[in-house]
């Protein structure tokens, strides 16, 4: 267990819906990063936030939002959603900014159908 | 901002022999450099890693070399066993501002019986 927790584990949802993802990193981590794995893909990075500011964006679509909240959990919301969104969705949560190891958490893993 | 990039993307090897992963960054920067081992369906989970400040560092059969003059890093596994089968990522991040934990885009190593 790597102390980062996804929910939900599994999501199915129709083209066109709205869905949310929550993450909550481990303990005291202040960075929480967001990937997309598609099927034998790479980690696609989405986004990234450290201690409740957005820190770097990747090629994340305007159909996609995050943000991270005082607790330091994070949400990212996925909307307008189509077949080509369906993969796998990382969180990850460092203690710092950079420098230390990041942990995964087990993935969300979203089907649009 | 930062780009890595990694070879080859698929390496097949007998089972006990060397598997070599090679990973190369853009940015000076980056003085953190981790590698992390997904198997299929699974979270990645950092296997090694090394810092700017060190040359080499091994577990057991795991090593991993640092040249910074280059910008290039390098996996190496001895005696490879079944289990070492799997998609191998490295990345390269850095505790300045800016993105963090940029990852190449994969290296599947099957280890054949």
């Known amino acids: 267990d790597s102390g980062v927790t996804q929910t939900p584990k599994h999501l199915i949802t129709a083209t066109g819906q709205r869905v949310t993802l929550r993450c909550s990193p481990r303990s005291g981590d202040l960075s929480v990063y967001w990937y997309q794995q598609s099927l034998d893909q790479g980690l696609q990075f989405l986004i990234q936030y450290y201690n409740g500011e957005e820190r770097a964006k990747g090629n994340i679509l305007e159909r996609f939002s995050a943000q991270q909240f005082p607790d330091l959990h994070s949400e990212l919301n996925l909307s307008s959603l189509e077949l080509g969104d369906s993969a796998l969705y990382f969180c990850?949560?460092?203690?710092?900014?950079?420098?230390?190891?990041?942990?995964f958490g087990q993935g969300t893993r979203l089907t649009v159908v | 901002g930062e780009n890595v990039e990694q070879h080859p993307s698929t390496l097949s090897v007998q089972e006990g022999d060397s598997a070599v992963i090679k990973c190369t960054y853009s940015?000076?920067?980056?003085?953190?450099f981790p590698w992390y081992k997904q198997e299929l369906g699974k979270r990645p989970q950092l296997i090694i890693d090394?810092?700017?400040?060190?040359g080499e560092k091994k577990d057991q059969r795991i090593a991993v070399t640092l040249n910074k003059t280059a910008k290039h890093f390098s996996l190496h596994i001895t005696e490879t066993q079944p289990e070492d089968s799997a998609v191998y990522f490295c990345?390269?991040?850095?505790?300045?501002?800016?993105?963090?934990?940029?990852f190449g885009p994969g290296t599947r190593l099957s280890v054949l019986p």
């Open positions: 990345a390269a991040s850095t505790d300045n501002y800016g993105q963090n934990f940029v």
């Open positions: 940015d000076s920067a980056s003085n953190y």
């Open positions: 990850a949560s460092s203690a710092h900014r950079g420098e230390t190891e990041a942990f």
């Open positions: 090394i810092r700017s400040n060190v």
